[in-house]
């Protein structure tokens, strides 16, 4: 699937400063985000499809792509563009071979040979992180987030797009583009603002900037 992945919103119920998560997608789908990740890692398979009906409708009528995070049978159940997957997920290969020639499916890596291992396996792009300090992946401490120069080292050896996550906020957006991002994804950025649609815009006005 061939679709922008320059801002990138990943969603987590817990984090919804406004309403829930389909109301921060709606929000967010408006202001004209690319891409919606049904991540709720917090909530049992039976409410993570509750919401992610609700999501699937939003961006279906938006014409914005949704994925799942890690769990492909629900990206079918649901009729999801693609599948976001771990390293600790089913391979890309049985992925794709389940999902179709036309799902976006993406890898999160940690380097650079895990991400030419994703490229080969037929990733569509990689997610690299956390790039700075966050809680959502347990990265506390900016020394033990990998910055900006790894996401240039991995865009130096792959030919798909490389996605910069963890941490970033448009203060830092900038930089994980300059580093040779494709695009940013997010989730306390637009899921825990008040605002959520005024929130995605400064996230996409900090990446058309860097460019």
């Not at 490389?162 to 970033?168: D, E, S, Y």
């Amino acid at each position: 699937m061939d679709t922008s992945l320059s801002t990138y919103l990943v969603t987590e119920d817990a984090l919804a400063a406004r309403g829930g998560t389909p109301e921060v997608v709606e929000a967010a789908v408006t202001a004209g985000v690319d891409l919606v990740q049904l991540r709720e890692k917090e909530h049992t398979a039976r409410e993570r499809y509750r919401i992610g009906r609700e999501v699937r409708a939003i961006c279906s009528a938006g014409g914005v792509p949704m994925i799942v995070n890690d769990r492909i049978d629900l990206a079918l159940a649901l009729g999801a563009d693609g599948v976001h997957l771990g390293a600790d997920d089913v391979p890309i290969t049985v992925a794709r071979e389940l999902l179709g020639p036309d799902a976006l499916i993406g890898r999160s890596v940690d380097g650079a040979d895990a991400a030419a291992a994703a490229a080969a396996d037929g990733a569509d792009y990689v997610g690299v992180g956390a790039v700075y300090e966050t809680g959502t992946k347990a990265v506390r401490d900016a020394q033990q987030a990998v910055g900006p120069d790894r996401i240039a080292a991995i865009a130096a050896q792959v030919d798909i797009p490389v996605v910069g996550i963890g941490g970033i906020t448009p203060n830092r957006a900038g930089a994980v583009i300059e580093a040779g991002a494709a695009g940013v994804a997010v989730v306390s950025a637009i899921m825990a603002d008040p605002d959520p649609q005024a929130a995605t815009r400064r996230l996409q006005a900090a990446v058309a900037e860097a460019r």
